[in-house]
């Protein structure tokens, strides 16, 4: 084995799972304070890849793609909470995840309508193109690029979380419900920003995507179940997890295509059953918490 | 610690359970029977009359965990598409006749339902979704990498079933009549089936189960045993609906498996009207209809059903028969 | 204790932690055979985390239960009912869309069968009879049709009792029965409650001091998850420690 080949690959996991921790944070996020799990995701995820497309042929820019693309894709996103799910709340849980679910269907299908059914290439900004080298081998810079976004959002959102007032409502609120009401917090103007902010980090996961894969109406498919694996392994309602898992899963995707590519999708399904197997609530998961 | 962290989540159960009472319960298989007989008569087209029938049963199988047991899945496609694939695999690998290729794809889809049904049962409440798509998803993905068995992406094709000789009769499979009433033999005795375990000790438990899972509990109810027997029960019957569209196509598209096919399932299920026993084929029927209708001058009729539906998570959350036996049962 | 032989059951030592926080620590107690048994305490002081324990909800952290000289500690929750001990919550836990008279049937069938695909449901008339007989005694024969929802708050709480009723139970675990009732719907409860006292042995936690005075035989105090004290009625209330306990609390409890 090319020690060098195998770090290129590694690399590689690890930008795959970097676009992984967005859309399952953004999930996580969602779930963890809603209590809903937004089955529009993966399709958001498509949008915003499109958005991404969309506003880079507007502005020839891929840096106000990357800017505005998650931003506009997250309004609609509050814009979706506020007019659909809101009615939803008093409900069963059931209700708000089959109206996520009717509304990724019908975006799937309207992009569809607007951007055609066929895939269409994306590609990075030029200054992105090409590779660099490290010193222990040659990186595609775009990747590279993919991990340093991630990583300033995650530093981002830490930030957020723990210095925060909002941070430290969305914490306690994600533990219990309850200390909101106690703590007097407007609960309905939360749940809004909380939504949007969820899909944003999908949007955002979606526009970093795009250059490394076609971006076609169906993209978000995989991405919605890849999310709802890395949710169940990082362990459920943790953000911890998310990152973790999303790395891990990346990295397993990744490393089993070098060994055994027509097994490189089906190893996370893998690794899931396996970790409901000997720990179902998750790697960072309370026991008693959806398992 | 204050009693009320103890309490189980809310168990997951459709937004209102109700069901048929009286005649319409007394008499509901030989009620389907018979509009199921007449139902290629009075469709538009035999094709969409034989979807009806292999969607409405897909869905009446669907119905028996979400609408009575109250646990939603977005894996069925797993059970339908894994019927119709062992199916034709047994009659195009393996030369079985069509009737033993049947049980063994009905089998297969159980065993399937098994493993699948094990493993989502250990998580609880809404993680249970998101686990039976993931695990769909494992099948769909392990169909189109074992493409000399399953044929890829192209789907499985090579195992057309011309004929039928049943009890001495040969039932012409390309006669598109015969082949619905041939077909719609299988789909009555699973009705029957179907009716029979809602009847027995077994349908009280399950609803028990879905009513109140902490109580089902307490009352000696082993839930998460109850859960996969259900689950199993159900996959089952995707199963003979997979099976009975694998005989209806001869081929087996690799669509079968995927998560369309799921979402179809739960839509056609919540139109309807879940937990009732004619429900699902109402709201099969209903689907393929806007399906028939719309796609003569849209190619892009998921999004008039995908909106519909969307209007009646909102409005209308027991679906059309749902909502017609609930004003029925009025006090 | 001298009556260790003749006792239902027996709890030693149990203790019950979340994470690290200490809900029940070495408690001890023994429940002899048709004897009331008041479990109180302020807020807080793991009465509700020793009835999980002792109906199944929660495994104990450390120490023993026997039932009728069989080891509970790791017998899972839906064994319990099977064995003889049967429990009412103190939120109404109904199965709030089936009638009154299936909530009743549904619980004696699970002693009954549970599995059972082939048989009808009304192949067990006998069921259907249990299910009469617990609710005419708590008084609800005459809603049985009725869908459990539809019941006043104080019937509820009845339906919960014929729902543990049915199964016989020689051990009754009763999570305050009269939560949130009013005067009227109490003494009926009380009156129900007494019915009950002659013929089998009940565990309840309640609230209402007036009540379980009269109703009792015995009276355990848990404060901070430990058992201050044990005895009678009246050995309890003039306990120095328990008096301590409920100074200043309000006048529900003394």
Known sequence: MDLELFLMQLFSGLALGAILVMVALGLTIIFGMLGIVNFAHGALFMVGAY???????????????????????????????????????KRTPDDPLLLTFGLGYVLVEAVRITFGTDGIPFSAPESLQGVVDLGIGYFPLYRLFVLGVVAVILVLLWVALEKTRFGL????????????????????????????????????????????????PEMGTLVLAEAFVVTVIGGMGSLLGAVVAGLLVGVAVSMTALFAPEMATIVMFGLMALILLVRPQGLFGRPGVGA | MSSTSHAAPAALRPPQAVGEAGFLSRWRVPLSIAVLC????????????????????????????????????????????GGAYITGMAIAHFGLGWFPAMLVGVAGSSVLAAVIGALSIRTRGIYFCMVTLALSQLVYYTALQA??????????????????????F???????????????????????????????PFGAAIEAVRENETRARACGYDVERTKLLSFILSGALCGVAGTMSAIHLSIVPLDALHYHTSSIVVMMTMLGGAGSFFGPFVGALVFLLIEDVASLWTSHWQLIVGVVFILFV???????WGTLIAWRNRP | MTTQTTALMQVENVGRTFGGFVALAEV?????????????????????TFFNVLSGVLPPSTGSIRFKGQELAGTKQHRFAHLGIARSYQITNLFPKLSVQENVRVAAQALRTRYNLVMNRSAYPELVEKADAALAHVGLHAKRERVASDLAHGEQRALEIAIALVADPELLLLDEPTAGMGPEETKEMVALLERLATERTILLVEHKMKMILGLSDRILVLHHGRLIADGTPQAVQTDPEVRRVYLGQNDGYA
């Open chain 1, 51 to 89: 958005a991404g497309l969309w506003v880079a042929s507007l502005t020839g820019s891929f840096w106000w793609a990357l800017l505005i693309a998650p931003i506009a894709v997250g309004a609609f996103g509050m814009l979706v909470e506020r007019v659909l799910i809101r009615p939803l709340y």
């Open chain 1, 169 to 216: 409502v969305v914490r306690a609120g994600a533990r219990d419900p309850l200390i909101m009401r106690v703590l007097g917090v407007d609960v309905s103007r939360l749940w809004l920003l909380v939504f949007g902010l969820g899909v944003g980090l999908t949007a955002l996961g979606g526009v970093l995507a795009a250059p490394m894969r076609n971006v076609s």
């Open chain 2, 38 to 81: 007449v139902l290629p008569w009075v469709l538009p087209s035999q094709a969409l009359a034989v979807n009806v029938l292999i969607y409405g049963l897909f869905a009446v199988g669907y119905n028996l965990l979400f609408g009575y047991t109250g646990l939603l899945s977005f894996g069925h496609a797993a059970f339908f598409g």
């Open chain 2, 147 to 168: 493409s000399n068995w399953t044929g890829g992406e192209n789907g499985l094709r090579g195992f057309t079933v011309a004929k039928a000789d049943v009890l001495g």
């Open chain 2, 170 to 200: 040969t039932v012409n499979l390309l006669d598109p009549m015969q082949k619905y009433y041939f077909l719609m033999v299988f789909a009555a005795l699973a009705l029957w089936f179907v009716s029979r375990v809602l009847n027995s």
């Open chain 2, 314 to 320: 909102l409005f209308l959350p027991k679906g059309i």
């Open chain 3, 28 to 48: 001890s107690a023994s429940f002899e055979r048709n004897k009331v048994t008041a479990v109180i305490g302020p807020n807080g002081a793991g009465k509700s």
